[in-house]
């Protein structure tokens, strides 16, 4: 079998003229190595190494404009990459699409658009049936079931643009889970919902996370850290710090993300690990 | 009036039909995407591109009409990065001179070239030429079995026919790239669609739409084509594949009343002449897209922004 991470930098490593990286553990839900993006002329990621562990729910932190959703997004492809390595399950990413479920940021979407809830909870299913596949009643029923796991199995014939903000994001929670991925990489899926709909959705995730898949999310509620997640990391621009929360969540490594915009009295109030 | 009808009239009205409904389908999702102003963008940067092609060749055959709109597309799509990036102006800015240059250019060229043997004119190219667009060999329905007369058919008829069967096909065999890209580009990205191509395909379908509508309608009221009868229709339902339907009758509707109102609407009020049809078909779409703003179920959701968090 040849290594699915062949590349220059690595031929190079084999001829002796490089360090050579440590190969890519084939069971890490996602790795990235180097990773680089960036608008302009400065870069939104810079050189960002991380390994997403398995069985674990994951919060990306890091301050506004820090590059957490350009990493995820990166990653997958949605926007492209300067440099760097992606591997999902030690495989390349357009490999392993069928073992990843996306869930964009809820603004990211027009919810005018003229559709309704079991249609869009149908979309996470075209991995499945295809270009031209049909939609049978397993499919619809499966779909059903995704909406009744997020509490939504009431609204299925709604027009998307009838429901709040927590609604659209539960939605976009269904169609996730109707992909059945190994992998769940959500977008800030906390960001403006009402406190039901937090509690639905991380009442998901720890489900997901039971059933053994890995779970990342960008995250911006320090507040919550400590009782959502495992594992966390920390990002402005570049890598600050990763691992576990009970090691990494310090208010040492959240200094050296936010700078000096994290207050002390809001620090005292987070429950976070001595480093 | 059969007779009459079939030879004067039958074929002016199924070439506008065929051409509303293959502007009306990619319409719909260059609407949704919020692209509406590309058909605007298509309709001006086609009409050099067909008058070069028109001038090298010397025919007004549809391939090389469609090369030669590709190459209008291909010049102004450089010149407005030229623009942009010499001139250091917004791209708006840019597009709009682009358009508008190119535009004028086909109009002049048109203008100063001998097209006296083909139905090629700055009149016909702005405002189409419908009317002329008879079949000489009907005699009555019954010429609809008659061979000889079906070969006599205008050219026009079977160029449209073909263009809007190939619309539909790629629709419906594209349907959920389409949808899914449509509505959530990232998603769509994820699971690993290519929404560039399917963006591009998507205009270069409403460019092959807008080249062939040329005879119909020319190529600035295409314009109204692409948006009025899926603008209608989205006011009037909340699901796409019922806002595809619609669109359709819309424009069919369009084409018909359009056709007629332009024939014998002003003898009603008794005048002598008939006016444009392409003219009139387009002002009947407004009329369509005004009542369904009026009274269409849906219309308080169309115009709501974006709700922005963050």
């Not at chain 1, 769940?184 to 009442?203: K, N, Q, S």
């Not at chain 1, 911006?220 to 576990?244: C, K, M």
């Not at chain 2, 092609?53 to 090389?64: K, N, Y």
């Not at chain 2, 699971?191 to 119909?216: E, K, N, R, S, Y």
Request: proline content about 4%; hydrophobic content about 55%.
């Amino acid at each position: 079998m040849t290594r699915p991470t062949e590349t220059p930098i690595t031929l190079a490593a084999t001829e002796g003229r490089v360090t050579p990286r440590a190969a890519i553990p084939a069971d890490a839900p996602l790795v990235l190595r180097g990773l680089t993006v960036s608008y302009g002329e400065k870069p939104a990621v810079f050189s960002v190494d991380a390994t997403f562990a398995p069985e674990a729910m994951t919060a990306i932190i890091g301050p506004n404009g820090a590059g957490k959703s350009t990493m995820l997004k990166a990653a997958l492809g949605v926007i492209p990459r300067l440099s760097g390595e992606v591997a999902v399950f030690g495989q390349p990413i357009d490999v392993a699409r069928d073992r990843i479920a996306y869930v964009p940021q809820r603004a990211s979407v027009d919810w005018d658009f003229p559709t309704t809830v079991i249609d869009v909870v149908l979309m996470g299913l075209y991995r499945r049936v295809g270009l031209l596949g049909r939609l049978t009643g397993a499919h619809l029923s499966r779909a059903r079931d995704c909406l009744d796991r997020v509490g939504m199995g009431d609204f299925a014939a709604r027009q998307i643009g009838q429901l709040s903000g927590g609604q659209q994001q539960r939605v976009f929670l269904a169609r996730a889970l109707a992909q059945d991925a190994d992998l769940y990489l959500l977008d800030e899926p906390f960001a403006g919902v009402d406190a039901a709909t937090e509690r639905a959705i991380i009442d998901v995730l720890k489900a997901l996370k039971a059933q053994k898949k890995a779970v990342v999310c960008v995250h911006h509620d320090l507040a919550t850290v400590a009782s959502y997640f495992d594992e966390v990391f920390l990002i402005n621009v570049r890598r600050i710090a990763q691992g576990p929360v009970a090691e990494t969540f310090t208010a040492e490594n959240l200094h050296a993300t936010y700078g000096g915009r994290l207050a002390t009295t809001h620090l005292d109030q987070l429950d976070l690990a001595q480093g | 009036m059969g007779n009459e009808f079939v030879q004067f009239s039958l074929t002016p009205m199924l070439i506008g039909i065929l051409a509303a409904v293959a502007c009306a389908l990619p319409g719909n999702f260059l609407i949704l995407r919020r692209q509406a102003l590309i058909g605007d963008a298509i309709s001006h940067v086609v009409l050099p591109g067909i008058v070069v092609a028109f001038l090298v060749t010397g025919t007004v055959a549809a391939i090389p009409m469609l090369l030669g709109a590709a190459g209008a597309a291909l010049v102004a799509v450089v010149l407005i990065e030229a623009i942009k990036r010499l001139g250091r102006i917004e791209p708006g800015a840019a597009m709009g001179v682009t358009f508008t240059t190119l535009f004028a250019a086909g109009v002049l060229i048109l203008e100063q070239t001998d097209t006296s043997s083909v139905h090629l004119d700055v009149e016909h190219a702005l405002m189409g030429n419908l009317e002329s667009l008879i079949w000489f060999r009907a005699k009555g329905w019954g010429s609809l079995l008659d061979p000889v007369a079906l070969a006599a058919l205008p050219d026009e008829l079977g160029r449209i026919a073909v263009v809007c069967a190939l619309v539909v096909v790629l629709m419906i065999v594209f349907w959920r790239w389409l949808k899914i890209s449509t509505f959530d580009e990232g998603f769509a990205q994820a699971v690993g669609l290519p929404v560039t191509a399917i963006g591009l395909g998507l205009v270069a379908t409403a460019a092959v739409a807008a080249v062939a509508a040329f005879d119909a309608v020319g190529s600035i009221i295409v314009i109204a084509m692409f948006i009025c009868p899926p603008a209608a229709a989205r006011l009037v339902t909340n699901r796409l594949e019922h806002q595809v339907m619609w669109s359709v009758v819309f424009a069919v509707l369009s084409a018909v009343l359009g056709y007629v109102f332009a024939g014998y609407g002003p003898l009603w009020f008794g005048s002598q002449n008939a006016v444009s049809a392409a003219g009139m078909i387009a002002a009947v779409s407004g009329v369509i897209l005004g009542l369904a703003c009026l009274f269409g179920p849906h219309r308080s959701r169309v115009g709501v922004g974006r709700e922005e968090v963050l």
